[in-house]
């Protein structure tokens, strides 16, 4: 009794040792993101390639990179270790920073078609495989790691904040140190930098997460005492885990139409600024507002635990449609310009600190309602749909740019190019933002989950009762 005791009490405690590792492994993988999105530049001025040639590598690696999810999560659904499921994934860190690496030192002696495939290759390896692996993985990593909610959402605030404070500081010193090291043995320097404070990084991510045994889930009432055995799951059974499973088909098709917005003002926030504002520079200084909502992040985690999950992204998505609609409004005034954007970067705040939450609930419905124990399909369902959306978007703003007359050569662009863009830029993600508001009510898992579970400890009275 004493050790159940200790373990139930271990289990609803947030760990600080386990919310560090998981977002220094989150933090350390968005610069890896960030450098690598600046492998065309690296291959256009370091390397001498052509932009026609390098853009078809990635056109082609970035189909290959979509398929590879949902072979990830069949992989990792089906992985047994002493280490756990999603641990032994995370040591996949160490070959992301090689061949990320490798990227950066292409050959400069090579040929072209020499320097295409040497990238084509180390990109797919970065981006298609490791990086796969260890982004499908981090649901189930969370969910072994971390049994209590409350701990959860925690543990993903302080996730989201060190992810945040990468992005910034990378977007602010990485093209100060690209303009200081544009040759192949500066951009070599650089992967050395990334991949040795990167191979650091997932070596405390995999000591700080620790699984807990298959036993102490079923110990816990995460998992059903004959779920912990090892189990193969084949393809049938991962189409029923996901057909059979109605919040996550709810989920899927609102996160899409999220992150279908969210590609859509990315790619055009700097036809935005550049074009209908005429001051491209406006973007830098835009851009420090998302500063002002740190401390915002103190407080999520106890908003998120009074209303819940699903609420709160409810009611980030109005917000930031209320701030696109006003953004659209106010032209170039700097000050109004700052403070509708702060509001519009509330629209994804909610969807990026409960989306794992979500899901992980969402592999509990499962094995409750349907008896299937799929957890890692799930992640790699989002992390399809996120990479469908952006591909998606991209083409649609195309289409929208030369259906409006939108021509790159031209000093001076026509009405309709102003007006698709500000369509693209404000009006879009704000009607998008409303839309959600209104249909994301539907994500009831989290009551459905507690009733399931009310249930089954009530057969399991009457039998004991027998």
Known sequence: ????????????????????????????????????????????????????????????SRVFDGVTDLLAGALIDRTRTRWGKARPFVLVGFLYWISLLLIFSTPPQFSDVGKLVWIFITYNLTCSVFNTLIGTSKAVLLKRTTVNGNARIKTLTITSLCVTTASVAVSVLLPLLIAKNNSPAGWRTLGIGFAILGCISTAITFFCCVEYTEEELAELGVIKEEQGKDSRLSLKDYGRAIIKNKYIMLYIVQYFVAMFAMGMFNGAGTYYYATNLGDLTLMSTVSLVSL????????????????????????????????????????????????????????????????????????????????????????????????VAMGISAAVMGFILGFAKYDGAQAVQPASAHVAINFMFNLLPAIIGFVLFFTFKSIRVKEENQKLREAMLSEQGKEVEK
Not at 311 to 335: D, E, H
């Open 1 to 60: 009794m004493k050790n159940q005791l200790s373990l139930q009490e271990r289990a609803q405690k947030f760990s600080p040792k386990n919310a560090i590792g998981y977002a220094l492994q989150d933090g350390t993988n968005t610069l890896g993101s960030l450098l690598v999105s600046y492998v065309t530049y690296f291959a256009t001025d370091s390397l001498f390639l052509s932009a026609a040639s390098i853009g078809m590598v990635l056109a082609f």
């Open 292 to 387: 002002l909502s740190y401390p915002l992040f103190l407080v999520y985690p106890k908003i998120i635990s009074k209303i819940g999950e699903v609420a709160f992204t409810r009611y980030t998505f109005l917000i930031g449609a209320i701030g696109f609609a006003l953004r659209s409004l106010v032209g170039s005034n700097v000050i109004l310009l700052c403070v509708t954007s702060f509001f519009a970067g509330f629209l994804l705040t909610g969807n990026s600190l409960t989306e794992k939450e979500i899901i992980i609930q969402c592999m509990d419905y499962s094995y409750l309602k349907n008896g299937i124990r799929a957890e890692a399909i799930y992640s790699a369902l989002s992390g399809f749909t996120y990479k």
